[in-house]
């Protein structure tokens, strides 16, 4: 999708952009280094070109405004924008190994990639009737934590910003941290076989006494644990 809105807005083909600068390599994008870099000739001299997450990218970018550049990421992602930060690297020759751990490093900054995806028409409508007929609708994406809250402020998912997580905060929690995040911003359904438990405390055979935040927590825990175990 970024690569046909960049030829359309170019006006120019795949062809006409393999024409003009020959791609010589490439590194992949991988979800660890959350970047992908294409070697390409221009101007008769090979240039890495580097995509990828502004919070990885900028880092590795010589800059003096950093922080101003920051800014406007954290701008065009509030307003529900996908923000890619491009830069790039001039290379002496054509590197025979693509390492790059050296060659996405010291880069020059060239600039930010801002895509806007609208939900589709019935998305909004969507979630209004889920949540009417008690179904509780939860968002996960790879976007930037930013732009992800934006996205569901708009089609009606989320409400208060703390209901919001990063990846990296998920994997940092315990089951038992975890299990506070749920009971704490989640609704707490209540089972239909005793109105006095909710789902999870049900599912744990364990605990017999009516709910509060300790045996939830718990219960939850041991349903996690379960669930990897099992």
Known sequence: AIENACLKYNNLSKKDVENLFPRL?????????????????IGGQAVAIVKGAPEIVLPKCILSNYEEVLKTCEDLASQSYRVLCIAIKRLG??????????????????GLLGIYDPPQSDTVEAIKCCNIAGIRTI???GDNLITAKAIARRIGILSDDSEAIS?????SMSDEELAEFIIDNCDNPISEKNDDMCYYCQKNYDWKAECDKESCKKAIANWLQSEVEG
């Open 93 to 110: 020759e054509i590197p025979s190994n693509l390492d790059p751990n050296e060659i996405e490093q010291e880069l020059t900054f060239v």
């Open 25 to 41: 390599a490439s590194i992949p994008f991988d979800s660890v280094r959350k970047t992908m870099t294409s070697v390409n000739m």
């Open 139 to 141: 968002m996960m994406t």
């Open 167 to 171: 990846g990296e905060q998920l994997n």
